[in-house]
């Protein structure tokens, strides 16, 4: 007989740039328990092809990793990656709910690059408290609310790459119950009831995403093209070595100050790092002219963060307290899981995030 009852269990599926990570949770007395895990290192490709060979080589592999698991549900919640969404914080005035879909859609031309017929729109009205109660808001006109504007969150995604989404997770046999972006399954799983303005940085094997998240809700998000990988070939290159050997001199020295060729190794990774820094000022400079409340502190993510004196390097910058996120600090876990899964870290954030999402 099984901890958990099934049917109340999720799995939260992580298509990652250079990996597959899977985590099933569920549910024990409102708190999200551990079930199983999985990953596969290798490249999904999704975002850059849609050819029926790389969903084939996804979906092979996503079995594979669910079937060593042994998870218990096939109810699936992913994420698309921030970098392919466009996300937009607009302000309106309070109008009839009909009205309102209108303008959004009006407002969505002007940030998204793309054809809205080509785009899946969603938005959500973040004033919550200012929003009409009971099932029949939607009928409600919406004018005789105190305030005079509506703070709006507008996403808008290709509608090619959610279907081809939809038909990984169908062809894998799983039940695609949810599809959302990245930066609130890191929200979920590094931040939670933390109100206060925090950035996460996630710096992945391909590229680094920058999210800014407030009152729980991500308002800023950005991305580059750097990421794990970008370091290990800079010194692979600076060395004339291979990427095997470039990998582990960049986990064992980090930023940490050298001598003579070791030197050379955290001068490379500052170089590369040095571009993540500009973009993290770049989006702390944006944010701040919006008049907003302070950032109080930057939580890293992805398995790059783990780099070797990263934390303090990027405090002593930015003057910013620097954290490395733990995802599983809100889940409950065997105790002797516990070296297995801090090592694994914040490399499994996401997907993480993404299983909590029908749970807490």
């Known amino acids: 007989m099984g901890l958990f009852n099934s049917n109340k269990n999720y799995l939260g599926v992580d298509l990652g740039t250079s990996s597959i990570k899977v985590v099933e949770l569920g549910s024990e007395k409102g708190k999200p328990r551990l079930v199983t895990y999985g990953f596969s290192e290798q490249s999904t490709d999704i975002i850059k092809s849609d050819s029926q060979e790389v969903q ?9 990793i669910i079937k060593k698991a042994k998870a218990t549900t096939i109810k699936t919640v992913a994420a698309l990656p921030s970098f ?5 914080i607009i302000s309106l005035p309070t109008m009839s709910k009909k009205d309102l879909i209108a303008a959004v ?6 940030f998204v690059p793309m054809p809205l017929e080509e ?5 959500k009205i973040l004033n919550e408290e200012n929003k009409d109660k009971g099932n029949d808001r939607k009928e409600k006109n919406i004018s005789d609310k105190k ?6 969150l507008l996403t808008a995604a290709p509608k090619n790459l959610v279907q081809r989404y939809v038909e990984i997770f169908k062809k894998a046999d799983l039940q695609l119950v949810s599809l959302e972006t990245e930066a609130f399954a890191l929200e979920r799983s590094l931040i939670g009831n933390d109100k206060s303005a925090i950035m996460i940085v996630d710096i992945g094997a391909i590229a680094c995403d920058i999210s800014i998240i407030a009152d729980g809700i991500p308002i800023l998000n950005r991305s580059i093209d750097i990421g794990g990988n970008t370091i290990t070939k800079a010194i692979a290159n600076s060395l004339n070595i291979n990427l095997e050997r470039a990998e582990q001199f960049k986990r064992d020295f980090g930023i940490a100050p050298g001598s003579s060729t070791q030197g050379q190794i955290p ?4 170089f590369i790092i040095s571009s993540i820094i500009n973009e993290i000022k770049y989006v702390l400079n944006l944010y701040q002219n919006q008049g907003e409340k302070e950032i109080e502190k930057i939580v890293l993510a992805g398995g790059s963060s783990f780099l070797p004196n ?3 390097y990027l405090e002593k ?20 899981l516990k070296p297995v899964l801090q090592e694994l870290g914040p490399r499994f954030a996401v997907a993480i995030g993404l299983a909590m999402r029908e749970i807490v």
């Open 105 to 110: 859609r009006w407002e969505a031309k002007k």
């Open 147 to 152: 305030t005079k504007n509506y703070k709006i």
């Open 119 to 123: 785009m899946i729109l969603d938005w």
């Open 310 to 312: 990263l934390t303090n």
């Open 84 to 88: 392919a969404v466009f996300s937009s």
């Open 267 to 270: 001068r490379t990774i500052e």
């Open 317 to 336: 910058i930015l003057n910013l307290k620097v954290f490395i996120g733990d995802p599983w600090a809100r889940i409950i876990y065997p105790i002797d």
């Open 56 to 64: 084939k080589k996804i979906v092979s592999t996503l079995r594979s």
